[in-house]
């Protein structure tokens, strides 16, 4: 696609619940990145893939978390039990490659809302 | 230490002067910096890419890079309220990093 799309653009759920996000990076980018942003505060990593791996997970804040991108493209970030301070936007980035010389390009995010 | 750290600001600079932007950061193997524009409510824009120490020019945007000081600045001439946002510095270590952000504010 043109650019990175993500899905949906907001989502509002309840404490507890079982929430999936979806990012389809830039078509032919191999390199995903997946960041939370809360209110003013910058991007936060999370996750970093080279085609199906994770290379980075370090990021992720605990065992609710957890991403996938079973085909190299299609990434999906889920979380479970979710809690309150969860809520945040949700960015996804893309690059063409991976390592030092990249230039990542974001989606416009996922608005997540725990009640 | 925070891997990459910018002032928060605000920044408030008048309309047509020079708006200067600084970046710290900690790892030394670092190789790529980004500068990221972001308006309130949408996503970080790319807007500067450095790689090598000096100065690198786009437009009314000047990128300086010093690696011995560990050291990103961006420098906006001509500073105009559109220019009104809040500018992400982001380092590649391995991953790319992203500081608090500097919020800038244009006085018209």
């Known amino acids: 696609g043109a650019g990175v799309s993500q899905t949906p653009s907001n989502k509002v759920t309840e404490k507890g619940k079982y929430v999936e996000l979806r990012c389809d990076p830039i078509?032919?980018?191999?390199?995903l990145y997946w960041y939370r942003q809360s209110l003013g505060q910058g991007p936060e990593f999370l996750i970093y893939f080279q085609g199906t791996g994770a290379a980075d997970d370090s990021g992720l804040p605990n065992d609710r978390f957890f991403a996938v991108r079973p085909e190299g493209s299609v990434s999906t970030l889920k979380i479970q039990r979710t809690e309150r301070g969860d809520s945040a936007v949700y960015l996804c980035?893309?690059?063409?490659?991976?390592?030092?010389?990249?230039?990542?390009?974001f989606g416009q995010g996922t608005r997540l809302t725990v009640v | 230490q925070k891997e990459v750290e910018q002032n928060s600001g605000p920044l408030s600079v008048p309309e047509g002067a020079i708006a200067s932007l600084n970046c710290t950061y900690s790892?030394?193997?670092?190789?790529?910096f980004f500068w990221y524009r972001q308006y309130s409510g949408k996503s970080p824009e790319l807007i500067m890419s450095?790689?090598?120490?000096g100065d690198k020019e786009d437009g009314r945007f000047t990128a300086q890079l010093n690696k011995a000081s560990q050291y990103v600045s961006l420098l906006i001439r001509d500073s105009q309220p559109s220019d009104s946002a809040t500018y992400l510095c982001a380092v590649n270590t391995n991953k790319i990093i992203f500081g608090k952000g500097t919020r800038l504010h244009i006085l018209p």
């Open positions: 450095i790689y090598s120490n």
């Open positions: 790892d030394r193997v670092s190789q790529s």
């Open positions: 078509s032919g980018h191999t390199a």
């Open positions: 980035a893309s690059s063409l490659t991976p390592g030092d010389y990249t230039e990542a390009f």
